[in-house]
């Protein structure tokens, strides 16, 4: 079974400290996401990665940014907490170039940022 | 906005009902996905439907696809207290990479 593993369930924070969020898939996938869900805005991408050290913004890019060393590690980096970023952070994983199928996701990230 | 549209937002059915989801989209797609996703925990992944698809099954679950109401539905028989969970679903957009998200249905399947 693939597995995707995120670091931390749940994380607390102050404002200005700067965050890591850590996401370890173990099937060999070259594409990996990160996307926040908030209540009443489903699942918004922040970054992809469709190989090591290749990424994209996604659609809410802005006070993150990602790394990609290693094909089975993608971090999701917060250089600076904001209340607003005060979210569940999901990663997720998929295989091959282009594909358009399933996405396995990780349990989540909880992060309250006060 | 980019995002599907899932209808009805939230439904309790008692055991044992069916229970229909519908999702709406903008434009034309790869496929289109349902998702399910627990309380508090990550996203599992249902079933796909391609767009030249029709309909398709998996167990207890029935996906219709209508793409020229750019619409789909999914139906959940003979439900459960354990399928208790949010449904989402995701399109795939023909030439992208991008997954799009509803904002997901919240069903509640009473004992």
């Known amino acids: 079974d693939v597995k995707v593993t995120q670091s931390s369930r749940y994380l607390v924070k102050r404002t200005g400290e700067k965050v890591f969020l850590e996401c370890v898939q173990d099937?060999?996938?070259?594409?990996m996401f990160w996307y926040r869900q908030d209540p009443g805005l489903g699942l918004r991408l922040i970054y992809f990665s469709y190989d090591v050290k290749m990424k994209e913004k996604g659609d809410i890019p802005e006070g993150y940014s990602v790394s990609r060393e290693k094909k089975e590690r993608f971090s999701l980096i917060l250089e600076s907490a904001s209340t607003n970023q005060t979210s569940m952070y999901l990663c997720?994983?998929?295989?091959?170039?282009?594909?358009?199928?399933?996405?396995?996701f990780g349990e989540g990230s909880r992060l309250t940022v006060l | 906005s980019q995002q599907g549209e899932e209808d009805p937002q939230a439904l309790s059915i008692q055991e044992g009902e069916n229970a229909t989801m519908n999702c709406s989209y903008k434009t034309s797609i790869n496929n289109l996905q349902w998702y399910r996703q627990n309380s508090g925990r990550g996203l599992v992944h249902l079933i796909l439907i391609r767009s030249n698809e029709r309909e398709k099954h998996s167990g207890r679950l029935r996906v219709t696809l209508d793409t020229s109401k750019k619409s789909s539905s999914l139906l959940i028989t003979a439900s459960r207290a354990a399928d208790t969970a949010s449904y989402f679903c995701a399109t795939v957009y023909s030439g992208t990479y991008k997954y799009i998200f509803g904002t997901g249905t919240r069903l509640k399947v009473l004992a």
């Open positions: 997720a994983s998929s295989s091959g170039l282009h594909y358009t199928g399933e996405l396995f």
């Open positions: 099937m060999d996938h070259e594409n």
